[in-house]
């Protein structure tokens, strides 16, 4: 048995403190150490909520790329969907299909449109026409996914989207919750809310109606913005105006209340959003309007606008009204002319038809433009031809027939036409003609 002597036990003694202090140093400096973890992931972890209401699934879809200029949010479209209760679908909403360079989303009163590398969204309420929207940023894909913006999100889910990247923070408000907040907070019960034509909630304003009359009031004070006086209200986002009705005629009238176009005409309706234009109708006879109520074409036309485009819809056509962004097509007397967006007449009233018939050829689409070179199919004395949008016409004879063919694998257009008892790809022939 080894004994220890009265020395060694006094060395034995004076270490005990030292080994203590050592072990609470390590205890601090581990406590340190938890603590400093707890708050790195406190501070790289964000604070995410939807209708105040804490969403932290959310954030593992986000896309937060660290810039010169800050933290910037990219948001994968589709996936967001489902938290704000969208449905989501790849390729075109027209041309269904398993296109991933586009995508849409749905909801009970409208469908938003997206394509990769465009800064455009269209939208639809499922009738023929498009509502264009422009986007900060182009639409982009990441691993199977394209991506969007914040001001892509708000435009197409029509929510309110905070991004705090100093605070960690990210709110997101739809408008139905929107419009509930402020019908309570300003006790609206007197007034009933239309949820569907909403979207002025926020420029801070709310369509209501009482007494089968419409008015709008401002979300934050209650004060009346358009006193309840008319028999209809539609908001205008791109112009943030409202469109109003009484007595049958229709006007457009501004936020702080003045006349942009008089209460005067029988229907208007906007025809083009991009180029700020309402197609207004006035004793049956149509024109043109800008934003600003200023007449670019006099009322006195037959119609503006092909009318049904789906014969069109494999073609790309998005409006019935604006034809390669240029060219308005016009009736008069049952035949057809263009006008540009300025209002400036480009050719006679001398077409029978604009675009082409279906054709016998099996599994073909019929044509309205021919993009690549900017050129509209036109029809005059029965026959075919390709108009520039200047209003020349390229083709020296008669086109028999115009269709396309379309790649069902890529999704490739082909464009074809029967001229002088041969069939011609058009591209390729006006490629050879140096044009």
Not at 19 to 24: A, D, E, H, P
Not at 43 to 51: E, R
Not at 264 to 276: E, L, P, R, S, V
Request: with cysteine; hydrophobic share 35%; glycine share 6%.
């Amino acid at each position: 048995m080894e004994l220890y002597n009265e020395e060694d036990l006094i060395k034995k003694k004076s270490k005990t403190p030292m080994i203590i202090g050592i072990c609470i140093a390590i205890l601090i400096m581990i406590t340190a150490l938890i603590v400093y973890l707890i708050l790195y992931l406190k501070g790289t972890v964000y604070t995410i909520t939807i209708d105040g209401v804490a969403t932290s699934e959310l954030e593992e879809i986000l896309n937060i790329e660290e810039t010169e200029s800050g933290a910037q949010l990219y948001i994968p479209i589709r996936k967001i969907a489902p938290f704000l209760n969208y449905s989501d679908y790849s390729g075109d909403y027209k041309n269904k299909s398993e296109d991933n360079t586009k995508c849409y989303i749905e909801n009970e009163y409208e469908i938003a449109v997206f394509t990769q590398d465009s800064n455009e969204i269209f939208k639809t309420r499922g009738n023929s026409d498009y509502e264009t929207i422009q986007l900060d940023e182009k639409v982009f894909s990441k691993d199977g996914e394209l991506y969007t913006t914040i001001d892509g999100i708000e435009k197409a889910y029509n929510v309110e989207f905070s991004f705090d990247p100093s605070r960690r923070k990210i709110e997101i408000y739809t408008m139905g919750y929107l419009l509930d907040y402020y019908a309570q907070y300003l006790q609206l019960e007197e007034y009933s809310i239309n949820f569907s034509d909403q979207k002025a909630i926020f420029e801070n304003m709310i369509i209501v109606m009482q007494n089968g009359k419409y008015g709008v009031v401002d979300a934050t004070t209650g004060k009346a913005i358009l006193e309840t006086k008319y028999d209809s209200i539609s908001y205008l986002p791109n112009a943030k105006d409202f469109l109003v009705s009484t007595n049958g005629k229709y006007g457009i009238v501004a936020k702080d209340t003045t006349i942009k176009i008089r209460i005067a005409y029988d229907d208007i309706q906007i025809m083009d959003n991009k180029n700020g234009l309402y197609l207004a109708r006035l004793n049956n006879s149509y024109g043109v309007l800008d934003l600003e109520g200023n007449t670019i074409i006099e009322p006195m036309y037959q119609q503006i606008g092909i009318g049904n485009i789906s014969n069109y819809s494999q073609n790309g056509i998005e409006s019935q009204y604006i034809i390669l962004d240029e060219l308005i097509p016009i009736k008069n007397n049952n035949l057809w002319g263009f006008f540009n967006l300025k209002g400036e007449q480009i050719t006679d009233f001398q077409y029978t038809q604009i675009g082409s018939k279906k054709t016998d050829v099996t599994n073909s689409y019929q044509v309205l433009t021919i993009p690549s070179y900017k050129m509209v199919v036109v029809e005059k004395d029965g026959y075919y031809n390709l108009m520039q949008t200047n209003g020349k016409e390229i083709i020296k004879g008669a086109i028999d027939s115009i269709y396309m063919m379309s790649n069902t694998a890529t999704g490739e257009n082909t464009f074809y036409m029967t001229y002088n008892g041969n069939t011609d790809n058009i591209e390729e022939r006006l490629a050879g003609w140096g044009l």
